[in-house]
């Protein structure tokens, strides 16, 4: 999708290992969100940003941290990887998708695997 | 209690169709915002239809429109004239505005396919 950029589109970690995922927006939206699909449970939040330097946790913040150290990026961390964290990881921007309409634009997700 | 309910984990059509997908919502607020997004195979969200909680017309986009009903809190998304590319996951969301922060929260989605 436009203006959100996920990085990787693929990842296999073995248990314990750790990765960032990146997230950059290039459309100067202050709001910013992690989610985690897993199948049955639709997207879950993991944390958000409301703007620069500030992060709150979501409804699943176990296992992951996340930084916002400026407007443009938000990446997601496991610090230790394990098989539960095992899904699709997406990030989303809060974006004006109409005449004064503010919706959520969404990266191309993140498929992790943790073995 | 889940914020989002969507009851319907499968749906099946008749191309060229019409097809509910039925979606209620809890919230206290009286300001808040409801979306659909479709998610095909290709994994992609792809932002469908919203209504406002002031808005007092239902919203339409193209063959979706979103069937609001306040009271009873529900925001079904009403797709006419299915097509075989309407096969797809559909989820329903609303935006709330706890604390200053705009949070949307999801539903568990509705897998939609339209039979030729």
């Known amino acids: 999708n436009a203006g959100v950029t996920q990085t990787p589109k693929f990842q296999v970690l073995k248990t314990g290992q750790s990765m960032t995922l990146q997230c950059a927006q290039d459309m100067n939206h202050n709001s910013m969100y992690w989610y985690r699909q897993d199948p049955g449970m639709g997207l879950r939040l993991i944390y958000y940003s409301a703007s620069e330097g500030t992060t709150d946790k979501g409804e699943v913040p176990n296992g992951y941290n996340v930084s916002r150290l400026n407007k443009r990026e938000f990446s997601l961390r496991l610090e230790s990887a394990a098989p539960s964290q095992t899904s699709v990881y997406f990030c989303?921007?809060?974006?004006?998708?109409?005449?004064?309409?503010?919706?959520?634009?969404f990266g191309s997700g993140t498929r992790l695997t943790v073995v | 209690a889940q914020k989002i309910t969507q009851t319907q984990p499968g749906m099946f059509v008749q191309e060229k169709e019409a097809v509910t997908l039925d979606c209620t919502y809890d919230t206290s607020d009286q300001s808040y915002g409801l979306f659909w997004y479709k998610q095909p195979s290709s994994g992609e969200m792809i932002f469908l239809i919203y209504q406002g909680s002031y808005d007092e017309q239902n919203a339409t986009e193209g063959r979706y429109s979103l069937n609001f009903q306040k009271a009873r809190k529900s925001a079904n998304l009403v797709i006419s004239a299915s097509q075989l590319g309407d096969s797809a996951m559909y989820f329903c969301?609303?935006?709330?505005?706890?604390?200053?922060?705009?949070?949307?929260?999801f539903g568990r989605g509705t897998s939609l396919i339209v039979h030729p």
């Open positions: 989303a921007s809060r974006s004006e998708i109409g005449q004064g309409i503010y919706g959520y634009t």
């Open positions: 969301a609303m935006r709330e505005f706890p604390g200053g922060s705009y949070i949307p929260t």
